[in-house]
């Protein structure tokens, strides 16, 4: 019997290695620190993309052991292998896909919901968490123009978000296995491809989808999408869904939402938008008069890891029907009888697939609260802002764009006068990338070759879209020589 307990003891005094005391603590809190400071206080010189020949696999040569390695160690390990290759979403020069964020604040809202490690996924367990979640939905719903009776879910990310949202559509329209094939979605050829996935994954994939025609400017044409929905319903098949873009990804379009949102309405098709990058521009006066007729919907996609600038980790699907979330998500179990639902406030696990969750409310209230809401409000205006600048400037040195940025995304190509006009574009992409100050991307429209600027890194600014065209410029005169042979 003693010996049980001696065993018992001499384990804990092992496992104890996981509970540092206040001098361990600070040793590793300050080694931790004075690593991200450094960062932090470099950051304006860091490059945007940096290519490496070892990409991050020494790690790979410091495998797990069952003895632990110094926090220093451990630093130049990050630093070396994953902190150095590849794109760096913290840097302003982030003007490629749609740029990510990564305030400060918000890290030490993860630091405190992950020392205290409160239990967001069910009210009995953690009240206040719980109830810091529903206001920021609330306050969302606010922005997007839901009643306070809508609901929601605070996601990893705008994928998730949308498959909620799909997943409650489909139950909402009561759409069972046997009538996939008479089911009808609309789309547009713009949508981004987590619907796609979202539609795949939630068991919609072989109902009938229609992708929409699009006017000049990469928007659902409204007249085309009501003739197909009463097409499709003269042949016996039943439209339920339409889904809308508050923001594409390629160029930034937001689609009619006021007149999908009508058609939706009179043909009784559930609506749902997608605004992970354009949504919180409504919290800026021209953003909201773009973005009007998004309350229109059933459901909606936001991410504050793009618009509200946290670090990757935070999206958010809101639902005006708080019966059709919950509807579609709610579940009993003998285990959970303790915790069944309070009247005070849902619980995130009752309207989303998560049980057990990230508390991930504290990384998004935290520097709402801190900095309140108007430096948020500025930083947005100043993006909308920008990117009229550089649709400026951008043609006064040659480039051709063929859309006015409707927010903060601008396609933009150079023609050459000797070569091939794409493969011009394509080489100017891998110099702009390759000489790292900044990064962009690219995309295809109407099989043209485009370059893209997309500006929603907090950290960009009038000099980093100087910089940019400093470095077109450059390397446009660099390539014409190229081309010129
Ligand atoms: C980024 C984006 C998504 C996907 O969101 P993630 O947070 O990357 O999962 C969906 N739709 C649009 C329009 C987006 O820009």
């Known amino acids: 019997m003693s010996s049980l307990k001696d065993k018992i003891l001499s384990l804990e005094r092992e496992s104890g290695r996981l509970e540092p005391g206040p001098l361990e603590r600070q040793e590793v809190r300050d080694a931790v620190v004075r690593y991200a400071e450094e960062f932090l206080n470099s950051i304006s010189e860091i490059r945007a993309f940096n290519f490496s020949e070892s990409n991050g696999i020494g790690l790979l040569s410091s495998p797990i052991t ?5 926090i220093g160690e451990i630093i130049r390990l990050l630093e070396e292998n994953v902190n150095d290759p590849g794109l760096n979403p913290a840097s302003g020069g982030h003007l490629g896909y ?20 409160r239990y967001a996924g069910v009210f009995y367990a953690s009240p206040g968490a719980v109830r810091m979640e529903n206001l920021l939905i609330r306050w969302m719903s606010e922005i997007v123009g839901y009643p306070p009776s809508a609901s929601g879910n605070l996601t990893s990310g705008g994928s998730i978000a949308n498959l909620i949202g799909l997943v409650t559509a489909r139950d909402a329209k009561a759409i069972r296995s046997v009538d996939i094939n008479k089911s009808v979605i609309y789309l547009s050829q713009q949508a981004h491809h987590s619907i796609d996935k979202a539609i795949r994954i939630s068991g919609l994939g072989e109902c009938a989808l229609r992708s929409l025609p699009l006017d000049a400017n990469y928007r659902i044409i409204p007249a085309e999408l009501e003739r197909l929905v009463l097409e499709d319903r003269s042949i016996g098949l039943n439209p339920f869904l339409v889904v809308a873009s508050a923001g594409t990804t390629d160029v930034g379009a937001i689609d009619p939402l006021t007149e999908i949102g009508e058609i939706a309405k009179k043909y009784g098709l559930w609506y749902h938008v997608d605004a992970a990058y354009g949504g919180f521009f409504a919290l800026t006066d021209e953003g909201k008069e773009k973005l009007r007729g998004m309350e229109m919907s059933d459901s909606i996609v936001i991410d504050p890891h793009k618009g509200l600038f946290l670090p990757y980790g935070s999206g958010i699907v809101l639902v005006k029907d708080i019966g059709a979330l919950s509807n579609a998500h709610h579940y009993t179990a003998n285990y959970m009888q303790d915790a069944a639902s309070s009247a005070e406030e849902p619980s995130p696990a009752e309207l989303s697939p998560e049980l057990t969750k990230h508390f991930r409310g504290l990384r998004l209230w935290l520097p709402l609260k801190l900095h309140g809401v108007n430096p948020f409000k500025a930083c947005l205006s100043e993006k909308l802002l920008l990117a009229k600048y550089f649709h400026e400037k951008v043609r006064e040195i040659g480039f051709e ?18 070569g091939e006009v794409d493969q011009f574009n394509r080489r100017l992409l891998e110099e702009v990338v390759k000489d790292g100050r900044v990064f962009i991307s690219s995309t295809v429209l109407d099989g043209n070759f485009m370059l893209r600027f ?9 000099d980093t879209v100087n910089m940019y065209l400093a470095v077109l410029k450059e390397k446009v005169k660099l390539l014409e020589n190229e081309f010129r042979g």
């Open 66 to 70: 069952p003895d632990g390695i110094s």
């Open 98 to 117: 749609i740029p990510g964020g990564g305030i400060y604040s918000s890290s030490l809202g993860d630091y405190l919901a992950d020392v205290f490690n």
């Open 401 to 418: 764009c063929p859309i006015e940025p409707e927010l903060s995304v601008v396609v933009h190509r150079y023609v050459p006068t000797k």
């Open 454 to 462: 997309a500006c929603l890194a907090f950290r960009t600014h009038l």
